[in-house]
């Protein structure tokens, strides 16, 4: 599925997003995300972290999904044995819920609490924190005894 046929880029009032041309279901494939693979040293405002050791840089769309705390997607890494010791890693965007055409395409970036930055998603559920779920009350104890 060509990502251009199903999403566009789209200016935010914080840069910019990823927006639906049509709906989807959830559970749905969006499309690929495609990048080059670099060590895990690199990093930069748009990288994906593959597994401890490796990083995709994503390109245009994908470059640009925002946060969010209740996202309507999540990434899908798939992970195969080619011959030869050969591994082949691909990433997609699937729907973790309805979207409708016109919406914004969001994903949780779960940030551990080192690099934990205050969110301004403006979900009704917002964390005000980017962070994974599972480390915001680390995160709340280690803000109050600063």
């Known amino acids: 599925m060509k990502s251009k046929r199903v999403v566009k880029v789209k200016r935010t009032i914080l840069g910019k997003g990823v927006f639906a041309k049509r709906s989807f279901k959830p559970d749905k494939i ?4 495609c990048g080059d693979i670099m060590n895990s040293d690199f990093e930069s405002d748009y990288c994906m972290h593959l597994d401890r ?5 994503p390109v245009r769309p994908f470059r640009f999904l925002n946060h ?3 996202p309507n997607c999540e ?21 973790i819920r309805r979207v409708k055409k016109g919406e914004q395409l969001t994903i ?13 998603c403006t979900s009704e559920r917002c964390r005000k924190w980017i962070v994974a779920e599972a480390d915001l009350p680390k ?5 109050m005894s600063a």
């Open 108 to 120: 949780d970036y779960a940030w551990p609490v080192d690099a934990a930055i205050p969110c301004l």
């Open 53 to 57: 050791k490796t990083v995709l840089e």
């Open 75 to 95: 990434l899908l890494l798939w992970k195969r044995r080619k011959g030869a010791g050969k591994r082949v890693r691909r990433l997609w965007l699937r729907t």
């Open 30 to 33: 969006v499309g690929e995300i």
């Open 139 to 143: 995160l709340l104890r280690r803000n």
């Open 68 to 70: 969010n705390c209740t």
